[in-house]
């Protein structure tokens, strides 16, 4: 059993930071690709970033690239997403994903296995 458990979600003015965290237990997550989705209201679950076992491959939409960066400590099994420049249009809930298998992170919310319950980002205007 796998569990993954974000945090670090909030209000924030734009153009201000957030640090999200997602702690994994259970497998060896620290063997596994790593990933962070968002989903606003109305809308369908979208990549944001995500990056592969040993952390030296990341990739990121382009709607957040240059702004977002993802980075992993096997040692706490702690995934993070550092995000600055924050826009209004990035509200929503923010999920961590797991998987097993992938050498590569995929696009794809149907490619991972895992999944966290989210924690919600709101940036005003």
Do not use: H
Request: hydrophobic share 35%.
């Amino acid at each position: 059993q796998v569990q993954l458990v974000e945090s670090g979600g909030g209000l924030v003015q734009a153009g201000g930071s957030l640090r999200l965290s997602c702690a994994a237990s259970g497998r060896a997550v620290s063997s596994f690709a790593m990933g962070w989705f968002r989903q606003a209201p109305g809308k369908e679950r979208e990549f944001v970033a995500g990056i592969s076992r040993s952390g030296a491959l990341t990739s990121y939409a382009d709607s957040v690239k240059g702004r977002f960066t993802i980075s992993r400590d096997n040692a706490k099994t702690t995934v993070y997403l550092q995000m600055n420049s924050l826009k209004p249009e990035d509200t929503a809930v923010y999920y961590c994903a797991g998987d097993s298998s992938m050498v590569v992170p995929a696009r794809r919310r149907g490619d991972w296995d895992y999944w966290g319950q989210g924690t919600q980002v709101t940036v005003s205007s």
